[in-house]
């Protein structure tokens, strides 16, 4: 079983500053690990996957995210926020590495990312 | 690009009446996925085929809802009869086999309204 946490449900920060959005996962084995992004009234969008022994992991956009075993995390981070970024974000577990099984993603509950001008 | 179609966009429909959904997938990906996406909450599987099998409905009530993809193709989703608490995005993904299957490309989903 796995589980996934993202410890803020909303994050507002300004135009052209740093983001942030914590994650962390729970499981039983190695997992592979996204971020999707969903704009309003639209699909689930791919940001970026970790599915390798890369621990950072840049994805579209700009956003780049770093897996810490140690800590069980995975965040995603932009140095610097654009107002298109506003949206929200999803945290999620997959498949074990390597296990090249089809199975559910399991996601997080979303973090609202609002960027202010 | 190819991509996940889903239909219709938005649909509203009353107390127990049936109400049905439409997804084609990537053409070639073997898997596809149904997800049910409560506002305010991620989305949670509701049922998975591989080919015109089912994978895993363990999520799915079955008492109201059935899914079918009897050509390993396209997909429906059937909900009969609707509750209010069924209002929510009904979201289609489909994935390769193997070591791609790691990635899996979502539809723009269709909004349920129940009244």
């Known amino acids: 079983a796995q589980s996934v946490t993202q410890l803020d449900s909303h994050v507002s920060v300004s135009e052209g500053t740093p983001v942030l959005l914590r994650c962390n996962y729970s499981s039983s084995y190695s997992p592979s690990l996204f971020w999707y992004v969903q704009h309003p009234n639209k699909g689930l969008q791919l940001l970026l996957k970790y599915t390798s022994a890369a621990t950072l992991v840049k994805g579209i956009n700009g956003f780049e995210a770093e897996f810490k075993k140690s800590e069980t995390s995975f965040h995603l981070t932009k140095p610097s926020a654009h107002m298109s970024d506003a949206a929200e974000y999803f945290c999620?577990?997959?498949?074990?590495?390597?296990?090249?099984?089809?199975?559910?993603?399991?996601f997080g509950s979303g973090t609202q990312l609002t960027v202010l001008p | 690009e190819a991509e996940v179609a889903q239909s219709p966009r938005y649909k509203i429909t009353e107390k127990s009446q049936a109400v049905a959904f439409w997804c084609d997938p990537i053409?070639?990906?073997?898997?596809l996925y149904w997800y049910r996406q409560i506002l305010g909450q991620g989305p949670e599987l509701l049922v998975q085929?591989?080919?015109?099998?089912?994978?895993?409905d363990s999520q799915l009530p079955k008492d109201r809802f059935s899914a079918e993809r009897l050509k390993g193709v396209d997909s429906t989703l059937k909900i009969q009869p609707a509750e209010l608490g069924d209002s929510a995005m009904y979201l289609c993904a489909s994935s390769l086999l193997g070591r791609a299957a790691y990635e899996q490309y979502f539809g723009p989903g269709t909004r349920l309204t129940v009244t």
């Open positions: 999620v577990a997959g498949p074990q590495i390597s296990s090249g099984s089809a199975r559910q993603l399991t």
């Open positions: 085929f591989q080919d015109e099998s089912v994978v895993d």
């Open positions: 053409s070639g990906h073997a898997t």
